[in-house]
């Protein structure tokens, strides 16, 4: 009586585990492709890489760059900002240039 006590101890989680392990491959095929995320993942890459976000990345990149040029008053912390300012610009609009320029060496 033991040892029947013992035995289903251990056959009731190993038939749980193998119920999961046989429904999986029926998750799988589900039709969806892809994870959950990438779809508002391409749309946030969408309108990084679009006209309007290119636009608003040079014109940031020319005031940021105005404003080092010609701020001579400016605190460490304000040209350390416009420095970032500038880098988030470059990469934004540097992708559009890149896939302007249609290099073929890049995958982008």
Known sequence: ?????????YI????????????AP???GTGNSGLPWEGPLMTIQDSL???VATAI?????FAAGAALVFGDEM???VK???IGVMALALLIAGSHFLSALNITGFAL
């Open 1 to 9: 009586m033991l040892q029947l006590s013992r035995l289903r101890k």
């Open 12 to 23: 009731a989680p190993l038939a749980a585990i193998g119920a999961v392990l046989a429904a």
């Open 26 to 28: 029926a998750y799988a």
């Open 49 to 51: 890489t679009g006209p």
């Open 57 to 61: 990345a040079v014109i940031a990149l």
């Open 75 to 77: 605190s460490n912390f």
């Open 80 to 82: 350390r900002v416009m």
